[in-house]
């Protein structure tokens, strides 16, 4: 009957590490990670966060987060651009696509 109670023993150890991993430290570590990765792989200048990251679920693999700043190139004149970046959670890279149609055409521009 003693090895029930080592399975239970172990289960419990195991699933009290798993909760350990997904701590408030981490997931706050792992957000820098993504805005970093993200800030880097923008075509935007000066580009910010704009909200929180979308976790999605591990089986679609990746982070997104909207960034906004201005458009670099000179015939922009310095317009307000938004970009959607997703970030791959298995390779750690981040990809970038302009995503102006997000904002709100009741806003000024």
Known sequence: MKNPALILLGLTAAVAFQAQA???DAWAAYDKKVLASCLKAS???DPKPVGTAAQFDDRVGYTALLLQGQY???HMKGATGTELCLY???TRTAFVTEWDSIRSTDAPQ
């Open 22 to 24: 997904s701590s408030p």
């Open 43 to 45: 075509n935007l200048k």
């Open 88 to 90: 791959r959670k298995k």
């Open 72 to 74: 670099a190139q000179k």
